[in-house]
Protein backbone atom coordinates (compact mmCIF):
# COMPACT_ATOMS: atom_id res chain seq x y z
CA UNK A 1 0.00 0.00 0.00
CA UNK A 2 0.94 3.53 -0.99
CA UNK A 3 -0.77 6.47 -0.64
CA UNK A 4 -0.57 10.65 -0.37
CA UNK A 5 -2.83 12.62 1.11
CA UNK A 6 -2.91 16.10 2.26
CA UNK A 7 -2.09 16.63 5.49
CA UNK A 8 -5.38 18.18 6.92
CA UNK A 9 -7.57 15.97 4.88
CA UNK A 10 -5.86 13.03 6.73
CA UNK A 11 -5.81 14.50 10.31
CA UNK A 12 -9.43 15.51 9.98
CA UNK A 13 -10.27 12.01 8.74
CA UNK A 14 -8.10 10.53 12.15
CA UNK A 15 -9.66 12.58 14.80
CA UNK A 16 -13.12 11.92 13.92
CA UNK A 17 -12.71 8.08 14.82
CA UNK A 18 -10.61 9.02 18.06
CA UNK A 19 -14.49 8.76 20.89
CA UNK A 20 -14.82 5.66 18.57
CA UNK A 21 -11.53 3.67 19.39
CA UNK A 22 -11.77 1.21 21.72
CA UNK A 23 -9.31 1.98 24.85
CA UNK A 24 -9.67 -1.02 26.94
CA UNK A 25 -7.08 -4.07 26.39
CA UNK A 26 -10.58 -6.20 25.80
CA UNK A 27 -9.48 -6.09 22.18
CA UNK A 28 -6.38 -5.05 21.56
CA UNK A 29 -7.31 -4.13 17.72
CA UNK A 30 -10.08 -2.30 18.80
CA UNK A 31 -7.28 0.87 19.52
CA UNK A 32 -6.48 0.83 16.14
CA UNK A 33 -7.38 2.70 13.07
CA UNK A 34 -8.39 0.45 9.96
CA UNK A 35 -6.43 2.00 6.76
CA UNK A 36 -7.41 1.34 3.22
CA UNK A 37 -6.75 2.73 0.39
CA UNK A 38 -7.85 1.64 -2.98
CA UNK A 39 -7.50 2.43 -6.78
CA UNK A 40 -9.80 2.05 -9.60
CA UNK A 41 -8.55 3.04 -13.20
CA UNK A 42 -7.99 6.80 -12.58
CA UNK A 43 -10.01 7.31 -9.38
CA UNK A 44 -8.76 6.37 -6.26
CA UNK A 45 -9.66 6.84 -2.36
CA UNK A 46 -8.89 6.26 0.96
CA UNK A 47 -10.82 4.55 3.40
CA UNK A 48 -10.49 5.22 7.57
CA UNK A 49 -12.83 3.17 9.99
CA UNK A 50 -13.21 2.09 13.60
CA UNK A 51 -15.51 0.51 15.63
CA UNK A 52 -15.58 -0.81 19.19
CA UNK A 53 -18.27 -3.20 18.08
CA UNK A 54 -21.40 -1.13 18.97
CA UNK A 55 -20.32 1.74 17.30
CA UNK A 56 -18.46 2.23 14.02
CA UNK A 57 -17.73 5.02 11.53
CA UNK A 58 -15.88 5.00 8.22
CA UNK A 59 -14.88 8.40 6.16
CA UNK A 60 -14.15 8.13 2.27
CA UNK A 61 -10.96 10.99 1.80
CA UNK A 62 -9.35 11.95 -1.02
CA UNK A 63 -6.05 10.70 -2.17
CA UNK A 64 -3.43 9.83 -4.47
CA UNK A 65 -3.08 6.03 -4.68
CA UNK A 66 0.32 4.60 -6.03
CA UNK A 67 -0.78 0.76 -4.43
CA UNK A 68 -3.74 -0.43 -3.26
CA UNK A 69 -3.78 -2.36 0.32
CA UNK A 70 -4.43 -2.32 4.29
CA UNK A 71 -3.35 -1.89 7.24
CA UNK A 72 -3.96 -1.13 10.75
CA UNK A 73 -2.27 0.68 13.39
CA UNK A 74 -3.02 2.62 16.36
CA UNK A 75 -5.54 5.32 16.10
CA UNK A 76 -4.48 7.75 18.78
CA UNK A 77 -0.73 7.21 18.06
CA UNK A 78 -1.06 8.10 14.00
CA UNK A 79 -3.49 11.10 15.31
CA UNK A 80 -0.55 12.51 17.12
CA UNK A 81 2.18 12.06 14.49
CA UNK A 82 -0.35 13.23 11.68
CA UNK A 83 -1.30 16.44 14.15
CA UNK A 84 2.61 17.90 14.69
CA UNK A 85 3.19 17.13 10.99
CA UNK A 86 3.83 20.65 8.88
CA UNK A 87 1.20 21.28 6.46
CA UNK A 88 2.93 19.40 3.14
CA UNK A 89 0.93 16.32 1.51
CA UNK A 90 1.45 13.06 3.95
CA UNK A 91 2.84 10.13 2.22
CA UNK A 92 2.13 6.53 3.57
CA UNK A 93 3.40 3.39 2.56
CA UNK A 94 3.51 -0.04 4.24
CA UNK A 95 6.80 -2.42 4.84
CA UNK A 96 6.83 -6.03 4.35
CA UNK A 97 6.46 -6.44 7.93
CA UNK A 98 3.33 -4.37 7.95
CA UNK A 99 4.65 -1.20 9.59
CA UNK A 100 3.67 2.21 8.31
CA UNK A 101 6.39 4.15 6.88
CA UNK A 102 5.17 7.92 7.18
CA UNK A 103 6.93 10.86 5.51
CA UNK A 104 6.27 14.38 5.14
CA UNK A 105 8.31 17.19 4.42
CA UNK A 106 11.77 16.03 6.38
CA UNK A 107 9.93 14.36 9.23
CA UNK A 108 10.18 10.35 8.87
CA UNK A 109 8.18 7.69 11.02
CA UNK A 110 7.77 4.19 10.99
CA UNK A 111 4.68 2.90 13.52
CA UNK A 112 3.91 -0.85 13.60
CA UNK A 113 0.71 -1.98 12.28
CA UNK A 114 -0.77 -5.12 12.15
CA UNK A 115 -3.14 -6.76 8.89
CA UNK A 116 -6.17 -5.31 7.50
CA UNK A 117 -7.74 -8.99 7.56
CA UNK A 118 -7.71 -8.74 11.39
CA UNK A 119 -9.79 -6.04 12.41
CA UNK A 120 -13.19 -6.34 12.89
CA UNK A 121 -15.83 -5.95 10.23
CA UNK A 122 -18.20 -2.68 10.69
CA UNK A 123 -21.81 -4.00 10.91
CA UNK A 124 -23.40 -3.65 6.88
CA UNK A 125 -26.96 -3.28 6.27
CA UNK A 126 -28.84 -1.69 3.33
CA UNK A 127 -32.15 0.14 5.27
CA UNK A 128 -34.97 0.29 2.95
CA UNK A 129 -36.03 3.72 4.04
CA UNK A 130 -33.82 6.81 4.76
CA UNK A 131 -34.87 9.95 6.18
CA UNK A 132 -32.97 13.13 5.44
CA UNK A 133 -32.92 15.69 8.21
CA UNK A 134 -31.24 18.96 9.00
CA UNK A 135 -28.31 18.58 11.06
CA UNK A 136 -28.55 21.67 13.04
CA UNK A 137 -32.21 19.94 13.76
CA UNK A 138 -30.95 17.09 14.95
CA UNK A 139 -28.08 18.60 17.00
CA UNK A 140 -30.37 20.63 18.86
CA UNK A 141 -32.72 17.63 19.37
CA UNK A 142 -29.10 15.55 20.71
CA UNK A 143 -28.25 17.97 23.09
CA UNK A 144 -31.29 19.05 24.84
CA UNK A 145 -32.06 15.03 25.59
CA UNK A 146 -28.92 13.25 26.36
CA UNK A 147 -27.53 14.86 29.41
CA UNK A 148 -30.82 12.90 30.88
CA UNK A 149 -29.74 9.52 29.45
CA UNK A 150 -28.97 7.08 32.64
CA UNK A 151 -25.17 5.84 33.55
CA UNK A 152 -26.28 3.20 35.56
CA UNK A 153 -25.33 0.19 33.40
CA UNK A 154 -27.88 -1.99 35.09
CA UNK A 155 -30.88 0.29 33.58
CA UNK A 156 -29.57 -0.50 30.45
CA UNK A 157 -32.77 0.96 28.09
CA UNK A 158 -32.53 4.15 29.73
CA UNK A 159 -28.57 4.25 28.58
CA UNK A 160 -29.76 5.97 25.54
CA UNK A 161 -31.95 8.68 24.02
CA UNK A 162 -35.74 7.29 22.70
CA UNK A 163 -36.69 7.98 19.16
CA UNK A 164 -40.50 8.17 18.35
CA UNK A 165 -42.41 9.22 15.57
CA UNK A 166 -45.25 11.13 16.41
CA UNK A 167 -48.79 10.12 14.34
CA UNK A 168 -49.40 13.75 14.24
CA UNK A 169 -47.48 13.65 11.09
CA UNK A 170 -44.47 15.22 10.30
CA UNK A 171 -43.01 15.53 13.64
CA UNK A 172 -39.83 13.40 15.92
CA UNK A 173 -39.74 13.33 19.52
CA UNK A 174 -36.54 12.48 21.44
CA UNK A 175 -36.81 11.54 24.97
CA UNK A 176 -34.64 11.16 27.54
CA UNK A 177 -34.57 9.62 31.16
CA UNK A 178 -32.51 8.59 34.27
CA UNK A 179 -35.48 8.03 36.85
CA UNK A 180 -34.73 11.14 38.11
CA UNK A 181 -35.40 13.22 35.46
CA UNK A 182 -37.16 13.27 31.87
CA UNK A 183 -36.32 15.54 29.01
CA UNK A 184 -38.11 15.87 25.58
CA UNK A 185 -37.99 18.06 22.35
CA UNK A 186 -40.70 17.83 19.05
CA UNK A 187 -39.77 18.55 16.20
CA UNK A 188 -41.40 19.21 12.92
CA UNK A 189 -40.01 17.88 9.73
CA UNK A 190 -41.93 17.09 7.29
CA UNK A 191 -44.02 14.06 5.83
CA UNK A 192 -41.12 12.25 4.71
CA UNK A 193 -40.55 11.33 8.23
CA UNK A 194 -43.37 9.05 8.59
CA UNK A 195 -41.74 6.04 6.85
CA UNK A 196 -38.72 6.04 9.28
CA UNK A 197 -38.73 3.05 12.31
CA UNK A 198 -40.29 4.87 15.22
CA UNK A 199 -39.62 3.50 18.98
CA UNK A 200 -35.72 2.98 19.04
CA UNK A 201 -33.47 3.59 21.78
CA UNK A 202 -30.35 5.05 20.37
CA UNK A 203 -27.37 4.53 22.69
CA UNK A 204 -25.46 7.17 24.41
CA UNK A 205 -22.37 6.77 23.12
CA UNK A 206 -23.96 6.84 19.03
CA UNK A 207 -25.19 9.56 19.89
CA UNK A 208 -22.32 11.17 21.12
CA UNK A 209 -20.92 10.43 17.97
CA UNK A 210 -23.81 11.57 15.75
CA UNK A 211 -23.65 14.81 17.61
CA UNK A 212 -20.15 15.59 16.59
CA UNK A 213 -20.90 14.64 13.18
CA UNK A 214 -23.76 16.80 12.64
CA UNK A 215 -21.75 19.31 14.16
CA UNK A 216 -18.89 19.70 11.66
CA UNK A 217 -18.60 22.67 10.07
CA UNK A 218 -19.39 21.68 6.23
CA UNK A 219 -22.66 19.29 7.88
CA UNK A 220 -25.95 20.18 6.39
CA UNK A 221 -28.40 17.41 6.06
CA UNK A 222 -27.57 13.76 7.30
CA UNK A 223 -29.17 11.11 6.59
CA UNK A 224 -31.32 8.50 9.40
CA UNK A 225 -32.49 5.34 9.11
CA UNK A 226 -33.10 2.54 11.36
CA UNK A 227 -33.71 -1.18 10.79
CA UNK A 228 -34.09 -3.85 13.19
CA UNK A 229 -31.36 -3.53 16.11
CA UNK A 230 -29.28 -1.28 14.07
CA UNK A 231 -28.91 2.24 13.45
CA UNK A 232 -27.46 4.66 10.31
CA UNK A 233 -26.45 8.04 9.42
CA UNK A 234 -24.81 9.39 6.13
CA UNK A 235 -22.92 12.92 5.98
CA UNK A 236 -21.53 12.92 2.55
CA UNK A 237 -18.47 10.29 2.20
CA UNK A 238 -18.82 9.46 6.40
CA UNK A 239 -21.06 6.68 7.39
CA UNK A 240 -21.96 6.12 11.16
CA UNK A 241 -23.47 2.96 12.42
CA UNK A 242 -24.46 1.39 15.62
CA UNK A 243 -26.03 -1.03 17.16
CA UNK A 244 -29.39 -0.06 18.89
CA UNK A 245 -30.37 -1.15 23.06
CA UNK A 246 -33.12 -3.67 23.21
CA UNK A 247 -35.45 -3.08 25.33
CA UNK A 248 -38.77 -1.57 26.03
CA UNK A 249 -38.48 2.56 26.81
CA UNK A 250 -41.00 3.12 30.14
CA UNK A 251 -44.12 4.91 29.44
CA UNK A 252 -42.54 8.81 30.07
CA UNK A 253 -45.85 10.10 29.27
CA UNK A 254 -46.83 9.13 32.88
CA UNK A 255 -44.66 11.61 34.18
CA UNK A 256 -45.74 14.75 32.51
CA UNK A 257 -47.69 16.51 35.03
CA UNK A 258 -51.19 17.20 33.58
CA UNK A 259 -51.50 20.15 35.55
CA UNK A 260 -48.97 22.98 36.74
CA UNK A 261 -50.50 25.63 39.70
CA UNK A 262 -47.95 28.05 38.95
CA UNK A 263 -45.62 29.38 36.14
CA UNK A 264 -42.23 31.69 36.84
CA UNK A 265 -40.27 33.40 34.09
CA UNK A 266 -36.90 33.91 35.24
CA UNK A 267 -33.89 34.76 33.28
CA UNK A 268 -31.31 32.15 32.49
CA UNK A 269 -28.34 33.45 33.40
CA UNK A 270 -28.33 34.99 37.08
CA UNK A 271 -30.61 32.14 37.52
CA UNK A 272 -27.68 29.68 36.82
CA UNK A 273 -25.09 32.09 38.55
CA UNK A 274 -27.20 31.71 41.88
CA UNK A 275 -27.44 28.16 41.64
CA UNK A 276 -24.29 27.86 41.37
CA UNK A 277 -22.93 29.64 44.00
CA UNK A 278 -25.57 27.95 46.41
CA UNK A 279 -24.53 24.80 45.41
CA UNK A 280 -21.49 25.26 46.67
CA UNK A 281 -22.09 24.43 50.24
CA UNK A 282 -24.98 21.82 49.27
CA UNK A 283 -24.10 18.12 50.04
CA UNK A 284 -21.57 16.50 47.82
CA UNK A 285 -24.03 13.42 46.84
CA UNK A 286 -27.23 15.11 46.81
CA UNK A 287 -26.18 18.36 45.61
CA UNK A 288 -29.37 19.53 46.98
CA UNK A 289 -30.47 22.84 46.97
CA UNK A 290 -34.19 24.68 48.69
CA UNK A 291 -36.12 26.99 46.45
CA UNK A 292 -38.62 29.05 48.45
CA UNK A 293 -41.43 30.69 46.28
CA UNK A 294 -42.75 33.95 48.02
CA UNK A 295 -44.75 37.00 46.78
CA UNK A 296 -42.22 39.05 44.36
CA UNK A 297 -39.13 36.75 45.09
CA UNK A 298 -37.65 33.43 44.78
CA UNK A 299 -35.12 32.35 47.50
CA UNK A 300 -32.49 29.39 46.83
CA UNK A 301 -30.37 27.97 49.80
CA UNK A 302 -28.44 25.15 50.30
CA UNK A 303 -27.33 23.33 54.37
CA UNK A 304 -24.70 21.25 55.01
CA UNK A 305 -23.80 20.65 58.60
CA UNK A 306 -19.92 20.21 57.90
CA UNK A 307 -19.35 23.02 55.60
CA UNK A 308 -22.02 25.82 56.53
CA UNK A 309 -25.05 27.34 54.15
CA UNK A 310 -25.81 29.53 51.45
CA UNK A 311 -28.23 31.75 50.47
CA UNK A 312 -29.49 33.90 47.53
CA UNK A 313 -32.69 35.76 46.31
CA UNK A 314 -33.89 36.71 43.03
CA UNK A 315 -36.57 39.28 42.24
CA UNK A 316 -39.56 37.87 40.44
CA UNK A 317 -42.96 38.31 38.97
CA UNK A 318 -45.09 36.52 41.36
CA UNK A 319 -48.01 37.06 43.34
CA UNK A 320 -49.37 33.36 44.47
CA UNK A 321 -49.16 31.23 47.58
CA UNK A 322 -45.72 29.96 49.22
CA UNK A 323 -43.49 27.00 47.91
CA UNK A 324 -40.83 25.67 49.29
CA UNK A 325 -38.89 22.24 47.20
CA UNK A 326 -36.02 21.33 47.02
CA UNK A 327 -34.28 19.66 43.78
CA UNK A 328 -30.62 18.18 42.79
CA UNK A 329 -28.91 21.61 41.41
CA UNK A 330 -27.10 19.67 39.18
CA UNK A 331 -30.23 18.56 37.17
CA UNK A 332 -31.18 22.08 37.09
CA UNK A 333 -28.21 23.18 36.26
CA UNK A 334 -27.92 20.89 33.06
CA UNK A 335 -31.00 21.61 31.99
CA UNK A 336 -30.16 25.53 31.92
CA UNK A 337 -26.81 24.87 29.94
CA UNK A 338 -28.58 23.18 26.80
CA UNK A 339 -31.56 25.72 27.29
CA UNK A 340 -29.75 28.38 25.19
CA UNK A 341 -32.60 30.85 25.60
CA UNK A 342 -32.34 34.02 27.87
CA UNK A 343 -35.58 33.40 30.08
CA UNK A 344 -36.85 30.08 31.47
CA UNK A 345 -40.31 28.92 32.46
CA UNK A 346 -40.62 27.03 35.61
CA UNK A 347 -44.14 25.07 36.09
CA UNK A 348 -44.87 24.12 39.76
CA UNK A 349 -47.89 22.22 41.46
CA UNK A 350 -47.16 21.56 45.39
CA UNK A 351 -43.80 20.36 47.31
CA UNK A 352 -44.19 16.63 45.99
CA UNK A 353 -44.89 17.31 42.29
CA UNK A 354 -41.93 17.25 39.61
CA UNK A 355 -40.81 20.67 38.29
CA UNK A 356 -41.25 21.44 34.65
CA UNK A 357 -38.54 23.84 32.81
CA UNK A 358 -39.03 25.35 29.06
CA UNK A 359 -37.32 27.78 27.53
CA UNK A 360 -39.49 30.51 26.48
CA UNK A 361 -37.95 30.49 23.05
CA UNK A 362 -38.92 26.63 22.43
CA UNK A 363 -42.50 25.26 23.42
CA UNK A 364 -41.51 22.07 21.98
CA UNK A 365 -38.75 21.35 24.44
CA UNK A 366 -39.04 19.93 27.88
CA UNK A 367 -37.48 18.92 30.90
CA UNK A 368 -38.80 17.49 34.34
CA UNK A 369 -37.18 17.20 37.23
CA UNK A 370 -38.23 15.19 40.22
CA UNK A 371 -38.25 17.01 44.14
CA UNK A 372 -36.02 15.99 46.80
CA UNK A 373 -36.75 16.26 50.17
CA UNK A 374 -34.08 19.02 52.32
Known amino acids: MKFTIEKTELQKGLARIQAIVEKRNSMPILANVLIEASKKGKSSQLQLSATDLEVGIRGVHEAKVEA ?29 NQYLDIRCARAKFVLAGTAAEEYPTLPEFTPGKTVTLQAAVLSTMIERTMYATSIDETRYNLNGVYFEVLPD ?42 KRLVDEEDADEIELAFEGNNGLARKGDVLLVMRLIEGEFPNYRQVVPKSVGRRL ?13 VALLSAERSRAVRLHLSEGKIVISSSNPDLGEAQEELDIDYSGDELAIGFNAKYLLE ?40
Do not use: C, W, Y
Open 68 to 96: AGGVTASAKKLFEIVRELPDEPVQISTTE
Open 169 to 210: GGKIRMVATDGHRLAFVDRNVGPEVEGLASGVIVPRKGLAEL
Open 265 to 277: ILATEPLSHALRR
Open 335 to 374: VLAVSHSKEIELGLQDEMAPMQIRPTNDPDALAIIMPMRV
